[in-house]
């Protein structure tokens, strides 16, 4: 049986970051090995819904470490090697394809998995979804070729898709569930700011739409929404939120409540055991929460930080999450939380994507965004208001003659 002092779950991002974290801080050879289900190593998502589907950023950027870093570092990276099922008490995984791997210390990072829709003709050719590399290959090379496209989903990825399929070509419906655009994370004002981008760009609303069905004889050829309206598509993207990954460690008896419940120290109570990523609930040094993140800025967070307590650096982790996204020339960075929010305060030009809007809770700052141009000037002051949950009047946040600091 094979045995080694670190063994990873998963390939994505989370152990493509904790991996060049602990060759940094000095990882032996053959002391880590990586289980991984992908069949590429550990590269990054986010540019799969960006610029790697729109054809500008090549495939070699989204890899994490640039080969040959494992073998260098003497990683042990298994691809296609799914992990059926972990004994904490025995130290030691089971492979699906047979065999067992030993571990003293085990990192979870086994993130999420897309959800699928259980309607007819979900099986026929033309309907995607996007998760891999794999998956947003055979979309972009899918989207070059049709003529009429649907998205079913009006998630992050939802948003993103609508806007960079239209750009490959396909004339795109963008059907949603909900009133508006984003609606449980925008305000009303941004969600009319990323419609009117949509409607610029060519790109057909539906909301409040629900799919009820993928019409077609092999290949799709109609989306139909409950009420019985027809959509023609070539390709149907459906994005439609994801799962994370925690069966395994469900299943040997670990705390699940989204993710894998761990300390500060991304610990889980069996000794030398650990999750980190989409598949990991931390608690929350500043909010006294625990914190389930399914995005890319907590996978790197997460990932340099496990990386270090397992090597010996045992710290809190104490970060303020912030994800991102693009869509059109809207490209913002965000931290900290809305929904506690009482009021909204908006700084700069919403027409023009330059501005950051403030969410406060009883006149402290809970929760910020920030477009790119702004990152340098607000996006530092942001970051810091949000972990100290300062207090601040929304005139001063709405006065661009007041510079912020941090
Ligand atoms: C298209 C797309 C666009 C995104 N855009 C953004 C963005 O703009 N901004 C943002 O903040 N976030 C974005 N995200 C989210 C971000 O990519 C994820 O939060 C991040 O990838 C999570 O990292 P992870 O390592 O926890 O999980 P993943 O990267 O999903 O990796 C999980 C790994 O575990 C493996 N695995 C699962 N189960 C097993 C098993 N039993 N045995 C072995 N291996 C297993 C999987 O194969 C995979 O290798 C995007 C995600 C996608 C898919």
């Known amino acids: 049986m094979d045995s080694f002092k670190y063994v990873i779950i998963g390939g994505g991002m989370v152990a493509g970051f904790a991996a060049k974290e602990m060759v940094k801080q000095g990882l032996g050879a053959g002391e880590l090995c990586i289980l991984s289900a992908d069949t590429e190593p550990p590269y990054q998502r986010p540019p799969l819904s960006k610029g790697f589907l729109a054809g500008t950023e090549e495939v070699e950027k989204l890899f994490i470490n640039k080969e040959p870093f494992y073998a260098d570092s003497g990683i042990d990276l298994r691809l296609g090697a799914r992990v059926r099922a972990v004994d904490l008490q025995a130290r030691q995984v089971r492979m699906v394809e047979g065999g067992v791997v030993a571990f003293e210390n085990l990192l979870f990072a086994t993130g999420s998995s897309v959800r699928h829709v259980d309607l007819p003709g979900a099986d026929l050719e033309g309907v995607y979804y996007l998760r891999t590399l794999d998956d947003c290959k055979?979309?972009?090379?899918?989207?070059?070729?049709?003529?009429?496209?649907?998205?079913?989903?009006?998630?992050?990825?939802?948003?993103?898709?609508?806007?960079?399929?239209?750009?490959?070509?396909?004339?795109?419906?963008?059907?949603?569930?909900?009133?508006?655009v984003l609606s449980y994370f925008l305000t009303p004002e941004l969600s009319a700011l990323y419609e009117g981008r949509y409607r610029a760009h060519g790109v057909q609303l539906s909301p409040e739409s629900n799919a009820a069905a993928f019409l077609g004889n092999g290949k799709v050829e109609a989306v139909r929404l409950e009420g019985d309206e027809e959509i023609p598509a070539d390709l149907v993207a459906v994005a439609v939120g994801v799962a994370p990954d925690v069966e395994l460690a469900k299943a040997d008896g670990l705390e699940v409540d989204r993710g894998i419940m761990v300390n500060e120290f991304l610990e889980t109570p069996v000794l030398g055991v650990y999750a980190a990523g989409d598949a990991a609930s931390w608690y929350d040094v500043n909010t006294h929460k625990h914190q389930h993140v399914e995005h890319e800025d907590n996978a790197r967070a997460t990932a340099r930080h496990v990386a270090r307590?397992?090597?010996?650096?045992?710290?809190?982790?104490?970060?303020?999450?912030?994800?991102?996204?693009?869509?059109?020339?809207?490209?913002?960075?965000?931290?900290?939380?809305?929904?506690?929010?009482?009021?909204?305060?908006?700084?700069?030009?919403?027409?023009?994507?330059?501005?950051?809007?403030?969410?406060?809770?009883?006149?402290?700052?809970?929760?910020?965004?920030?477009?790119?141009?702004?990152?340098?000037t607000v996006g530092k002051a942001a970051q810091a208001m949000v972990k100290a949950r300062k207090t601040v009047e929304a005139a001063v946040l709405k006065d661009e003659e007041v510079e912020l600091k941090a």
């Open 138 to 180: 055979r979309l972009k090379a899918a989207a070059a070729k049709a003529k009429s496209a649907v998205i079913v989903g009006g998630g992050f990825i939802g948003t993103e898709l609508a806007a960079r399929l239209g750009e490959l070509g396909p004339e795109v419906t963008f059907t949603y569930r909900e009133k508006r």
């Open 309 to 376: 307590v397992m090597l010996g650096q045992r710290a809190p982790f104490d970060h303020v999450p912030m994800f991102w996204s693009d869509v059109y020339d809207i490209s913002w960075e965000f931290w900290g939380e809305t929904k506690a929010a009482d009021q909204v305060v908006y700084r700069g030009e919403l027409e023009i994507a330059s501005f950051s809007v403030w969410w406060m809770k009883d006149g402290a700052v809970v929760g910020a965004m920030v477009t790119e141009d702004q990152h340098e």
